[in-house]
Nanobody, 116 residues
Framework: QLRLVESGGGLVQPGEALTLSCAASESISSIVVMGWHRQAVGKQRELVATMTHWGFANYEDSVRGRFTISRDNAGNMMYLQMNNLKPEDTAVYYC??????????WGQGTQVTVSS
C-alpha cells in the first residue's frame, strides 16, 4: 500500500514562507489526482490544493495566489510552496491521493503554525 510522509512544517511569522514536502513510498505517476488538505484545531479538514498527474492545479479560494502545488512524478514527491503566510493558515497539513472518487493514503500530517 502506498505510504505518504509529509515534512517541512514549522513555526513562522506572518508574511513568511514555507515549503511542505510529501514523499511517496512508490510511484505516483499514474495517480490521477493528489492534494494537500489542512485541519485547524476545532475545524473540519479542508481541501487546500490539488494537482492532476498531467499538471493541472486547483486551489481553495483563501490560498489562491499565495500557495503553489507541484508534483515530481519521477521522484515520487509532491510539494506545497506557501508564501505570505497568515495566522489563519495555522493547521496540520496532510497530503493524500485520489485515484478514484475518494481521498486515500493519508499521511500523518505536518504542523504549520503562523504566529508573531
Amino acid at each position: 500500500q502506498l505510504r505518504l510522509v509529509e515534512s517541512g512544517g514549522g513555526l513562522v511569522q506572518p508574511g513568511e514562507a514555507l515549503t511542505l514536502s510529501c514523499a511517496a513510498s512508490e510511484s505516483i505517476s499514474s495517480i490521477v489526482v493528489m492534494g494537500w488538505h489542512r485541519q485547524a484545531v476545532g475545524k473540519q479538514r479542508e481541501l487546500v490544493a490539488t494537482m492532476t498527474h498531467w499538471g493541472f492545479a486547483n486551489y481553495e479560494d483563501s490560498v489562491r495566489g499565495r500557495f503553489t502545488i507541484s508534483r515530481d512524478n519521477a521522484g515520487n514527491m509532491m510539494y506545497l510552496q506557501m508564501n505570505n503566510l497568515k495566522p489563519e493558515d495555522t493547521a496540520v497539513y496532510y497530503c493524500a491521493t485520489k485515484p478514484d472518487n475518494e481521498w486515500r493514503d493519508w499521511g500523518q500530517g505536518t504542523q504549520v503554525t503562523v504566529s508573531s
